[in-house]
């Protein structure tokens, strides 16, 4: 069992809140510096299970380190596993996003009950202390359980959409979230009406504006960058960055792409993809997505791109589409809205948050309205650039990391119980 059993610390690059300090106001750089001060060498642990790939790593790469610039005690470690467990979380997550097919006979309970188990006991031997851990998600959702002697407080994030389609699964679940002390999900919506979590917080993600993906891209380099990747620039262009997963409607992105095309025969769609560690379901449609669009020379599917690459799609394709079926949050939304790139998104969860329709994006119920929405951005540039705008505008205000950070804090200081361990920490410094 060992071979597949094992938590990996993650390190990330330092990072400056001071840097920041331009892109956000000067009311929420005092807030965090006034928040931070009483958290002062709290001990802070993450725990998920992939640090590359997908929303949750993208978000502690730079939540992490800046945290701990904050002046908390801070660190991250991933449950490693083997494909089997990672089948059954990535169930679990299909399940808690409303499959309501999936069912977990004995022996996946069992395999997902014993690596969680190892995990509390890997954490326990350790010998660290903590005043808060953070666990992300189905796959290490139990560890609490099997702790023992729990003397943390433990926080489910709850990155998904949940919805109520299948009492099996969450009831298994369930049973677990009985030893925690709050639960954050990204929209009010999300959470369960029988979570047996009493403290409950509703705190949206949010973008890093000054990592590679994110930071401001000449447009021309852009340009050098996606026409390498064998896209013709002087064309228009439509992108969807995701991982490859049905949630993420990539048949339907297409569908509505064939549609358009009839009336703009010029148009190019690129699907640029991921498959994150935790995600075994990533390749296999990756594989279907290629063999299904070989005759057509205007779609790209591009795998694992890097973060700059990723940025120049996002910054000179005339429309980012987002077309989930669900979707806890989506940070591709804030990240091709903060380049003022307009967003056509599923009109679902997270997505909703965001785009407010006919302003900064549309949102959309179904392939040939996302159809409809794609001609008519693209066929009236003035509607394009206001809505881009727009977008910048809303992302800058609302989803930026340190507003993140900011709800973060404002949640840990919600637990005066643990001050006296953050005070006598806070004496070592
Ligand atoms: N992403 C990426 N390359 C890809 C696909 C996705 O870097 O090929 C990134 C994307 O830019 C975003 C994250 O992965 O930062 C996906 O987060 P999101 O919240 O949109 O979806 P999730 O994968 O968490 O469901």
Redesign the pocket.
């Known amino acids: 069992m060992r071979e597949y059993l094992a938590m990996r610390k993650v390190r990330v690059y330092p990072k400056s809140i001071r840097s920041y300090k331009g892109l956000i106001s000067d009311e929420l750089y005092s807030e965090l510096i006034e928040l931070a001060k009483p958290l002062k060498g709290a001990r802070i642990l993450h725990i998920n299970s992939t640090s590359n ?4 790593a ?1 978000i502690l790469r730079s939540e992490v380190p800046l945290l701990h610039d904050l002046g908390l005690d801070v660190s991250w470690q991933v449950i490693e596993a083997g494909k089997e467990f990672f089948d059954i979380t990535k169930g679990m997550h299909n399940a808690l996003q409303g499959n309501g097919k999936i069912v977990l006979n004995s022996e996946s309970r069992k395999l997902y009950e014993r690596v969680n188990a190892y995990n509390a006991h890997l954490l326990k031997a350790k010998k660290e202390q903590w005043d808060f851990v953070f666990f992300h998600d189905p796959q290490p959702l139990a560890i609490p359980h099997f702790y023992d002697g729990k003397d943390f407080n433990a926080i489910w994030r709850c ?1 998904i959409h949940v919805s109520p389609n299948n009492k099996a699964v969450w009831d298994y679940l369930k049973r677990f979230l009985d030893e925690y002390d709050a639960g954050i999900f990204s929209l009010k919506e999300f959470i369960p009406g029988d979570l047996p979590i009493k403290k409950r917080f509703v705190i949206p ?1 949010a ?1 890093d504006p000054l990592t590679p ?1 994110n930071k401001k891209m000449d447009e021309l380099r852009a340009r050098k960058i996606v026409e390498k990747l064998g896209v013709d620039t002087r064309r228009p262009l439509v992108t969807q ?3 490859f ?1 049905l ?2 409607d990539p048949l339907g992105v297409i569908k509505a792409y064939i549609i358009t095309k009839k009336r703009i025969p010029e148009l190019q769609l690129a699907l ?3 498959a ?1 560690s935790d995600d075994p379901e990533g390749m296999a449609i990756y594989r279907q997505l290629k063999d299904y669009v070989k005759t057509e020379k205007d779609i790209k599917i ?4 890097t ?1 700059e690459q ?1 940025n120049a799609f996002q910054t000179i394709s005339q429309i980012i589409l ?1 077309k989930s079926i669900k ?7 804030s ?1 091709a809205m903060f380049k003022e790139t307009p967003v056509i998104g599923g009109n679902v969860g ?1 997505i909703r948050l965001q785009i407010v329709d006919g302003k900064n994006g549309c949102l959309v119920d179904s392939p040939m309205e996302c159809a409809k929405r794609m001609a008519m951005i693209l066929e009236d540039t003035h509607l394009r650039l206001k809505m881009g705008r727009a977008g910048k505008q809303i992302v800058s205000k609302y989803f930026l990391t340190p507003r993140l950070i900011r709800d973060e804090l404002m949640l840990m200081s919600k637990f005066p119980a643990k001050k006296e361990n953050i005070a006598k920490i806070n004496v070592l410094f």
Do not use: M
């Open positions: 790939g997908g929303g949750v993208e990155h993600p973008i993906k960055v995701s991982r997963d949630w993420k640029v993809g991921s994150a591009l795998k694992d791109l973060e990723v987002q979707e806890g949050f989506g940070l591709t939304v990240e997270g």
